[in-house]
């Protein structure tokens, strides 16, 4: 008995234009045309072959009528790259918190400007970037 999620291997029988037919043991399959790829799809030969044997994923079973709805780009993706999403502490210091290095900061990028030009020069580019907003 095949169950939803499960991967299996099937051979190709048969394709159209709407999708590919394939046989999974004693089941008939399907892998509707939008199941090859997240992008358009112009033509599945370009994908598959009659007689070939291809891993895909099952994404319904009818039990009753021993039909799979079956996926080929969850299996063969063609771009993107599977990985571990790295994990960051979100969160922020309070202005209060960080005005000191902010300063120290800024007087360090503008050594020939004392600390009251520098925090004139910061207040004016802030103006303007707020008027462009």
């Known amino acids: 008995m095949i169950k939803k ?9 048969n ?3 709407y999708g590919a037919f394939v046989s999974v043991g004693e089941y008939d399959g399907l892998v509707h045309i939008s199941e090859f790829s ?18 895909l ?5 009818d039990e009753e009528n021993k039909k799979l709805k079956l ?20 969160g922020f210091k309070t202005l209060k ?3 000191n290095v902010f300063i120290e900061k800024q007087l360090k990028e ?3 400007l004392n600390e009251t030009e520098v925090l004139h020069e910061i207040i004016e580019k802030n103006k ?6």
């Open 5 to 13: 999620g499960e991967i299996v291997y099937g051979k190709i029988t």
């Open 110 to 112: 503008h050594k020939d």
């Open 71 to 90: 996926s080929y780009k969850f299996i063969n993706k063609t771009r993107g790259v599977k990985c571990e999403v790295p994990k960051y502490k979100i």
């Open 15 to 17: 394709i159209l234009g």
């Open 38 to 55: 997240d992008n358009y799809v112009r033509n599945i030969y370009d994908y598959v072959k009659v007689g070939e044997k291809v891993k």
């Open 97 to 99: 918190e960080n005005i």
């Open 128 to 133: 303007i970037s707020q008027v462009g907003s």
């Open 57 to 61: 994923k099952v994404l319904d079973v």
